[in-house]
């Protein structure tokens, strides 16, 4: 959730009673109440790179200036100056894990791990890596992805290694990840899709012949259990163990998918380019 603007905007929703918000004040409007922070009302920078909500209500805002709790009315700084174990300021993505913490990505710093108070710090000597973080993933059985610049890596059981055994599947430039309904992991990378249907398989697929692989930039399984490779050049279907473009694609093809979102309705893509 990036706010590229000057301002960071919030829409305030009704949640649980007892929220650190003072939503009893908000239970009489009938209508969404949307009003905008800056740094005059105590945030350390107008660029906001994430935001999550805690159980109890509180917002959690991840910027290049300090990691802040938001209780509605005011600002919570947490920094390298005021904080043990936070290594620099730039926090760049959030996840809240239940039951085990509120994991804050940093910029070429790995990760900090945040539990009952407690900020823990895990780089190059934990088994992790102090590369950039673009996406956190967890998967139903508790396991929780990070993608990097250097690879993909996986915290289970209180550690964190390397997913990819090998080391040319280790090399692999990973683009995105997802859990699909069989519980299984599907894997977007440089140089094609990603099955892992159990820790000893693997099973990767590409779009065209080796020397003309489109990149999979992201994949998705659709409500009805279609896998969609998002690519350099338009939207895949995974067929009997290929991917093939399908008609009702054409429209976008030679377009780079960069993200599917799907509701009841329809599919809608979001792409980068003309």
Same mark, same amino acid.
């Given at each position: 959730?990036?706010?590229?603007?000057?301002?960071?905007?919030?829409?305030?929703? %009704?949640?649980?009673?007892?929220?650190?918000?003072?939503? +009893?004040?908000?239970?009489?409007?009938? &209508?969404? /109440?949307?009003?905008?922070?800056?740094?005059?009302?105590?945030?350390?920078?107008?660029?906001?790179? $994430?935001?999550?909500?805690? &159980?109890?209500? #509180?917002?959690?805002?991840?910027? *290049? !200036?300090?990691? /802040?709790?938001?209780?509605? %009315?005011?600002?919570?700084?947490?920094? #390298?100056?005021?904080?043990?174990?936070? +290594?620099?300021?730039?926090?760049?993505?959030?996840?809240?894990?239940?039951?085990?913490?509120?994991?804050?990505?940093?910029?070429?710093?790995?990760?900090?791990?945040?539990?009952?108070? &407690?900020?823990?710090?895990?780089?190059?000597?934990?088994?992790?890596?102090?590369?950039?973080?673009? =996406?956190? #993933?967890?998967? &139903?059985?508790?396991?929780?992805?990070?993608?990097?610049?250097?690879?993909?890596? /996986?915290?289970?059981?209180?550690?964190?290694?390397?997913?990819?055994?090998?080391?040319?599947?280790?090399?692999?430039? /990973?683009? !995105?990840?997802?859990? !699909?309904?069989?519980?299984?992991? $599907?894997?977007?990378?440089?140089?094609?899709?990603?099955?892992? +249907?159990?820790?000893?398989?693997?099973?990767? *697929?590409?779009?065209?012949?080796?020397?003309?692989?489109?990149?999979?930039?992201?994949?998705?399984?659709?409500?009805?259990?279609?896998?969609?490779?998002?690519?350099?050049?338009?939207?895949?279907?995974?067929?009997?163990?290929?991917?093939?473009?399908?008609?009702?694609? =054409?429209?976008?093809?030679?377009?780079?998918?960069?993200?599917?979102?799907? !509701?009841?309705?329809?599919?809608?893509?979001?792409?980068?380019?003309?």
């Amino acid at each position: 959730m990036t706010k590229k603007g000057i301002l960071l905007l919030i829409f305030l929703f %009704l949640a649980e009673a007892g929220s650190a918000f003072q939503l +009893p004040l908000l239970q009489h409007l009938d &209508s969404l /109440v949307a009003r905008s922070w800056s740094i005059e009302d105590g945030l350390p920078v107008n660029s906001v790179n $994430w935001v999550q909500q805690d &159980s109890l209500g #509180y917002l959690w805002i991840a910027t *290049y !200036d300090g990691l /802040v709790r938001f209780d509605g %009315l005011n600002f919570e700084i947490y920094n #390298y100056a005021n904080t043990p174990g936070m +290594p620099h300021n730039r926090a760049t993505q959030i996840h809240i894990q239940k039951g085990v913490g509120m994991w804050v990505a940093l910029e070429y710093g790995g990760v900090m791990l945040i539990k009952d108070g &407690s900020f823990h710090h895990f780089g190059n000597e934990d088994g992790f890596t102090n590369s950039d973080i673009t =996406k956190i #993933y967890e998967a &139903s059985d508790g396991r929780v992805f990070f993608i990097t610049l250097l690879g993909l890596y /996986v915290y289970e059981d209180g550690q964190f290694s390397r997913y990819f055994k090998n080391d040319a599947d280790a090399k692999k430039q /990973v683009r !995105d990840l997802i859990e !699909d309904d069989q519980h299984t992991i $599907w894997v977007a990378t440089n140089s094609g899709l990603i099955h892992i +249907p159990n820790e000893h398989d693997l099973q990767i *697929y590409t779009t065209r012949t080796k020397q003309e692989i489109n990149q999979v930039i992201t994949v998705h399984q659709t409500q009805d259990g279609t896998i969609l490779a998002g690519t350099s050049s338009g939207v895949y279907e995974l067929h009997n163990n290929r991917l093939i473009e399908v008609e009702k694609y =054409k429209l976008l093809k030679g377009k780079p998918i960069m993200q599917f979102y799907e !509701d009841a309705q329809v599919m809608l893509y979001f792409t980068k380019g003309a």
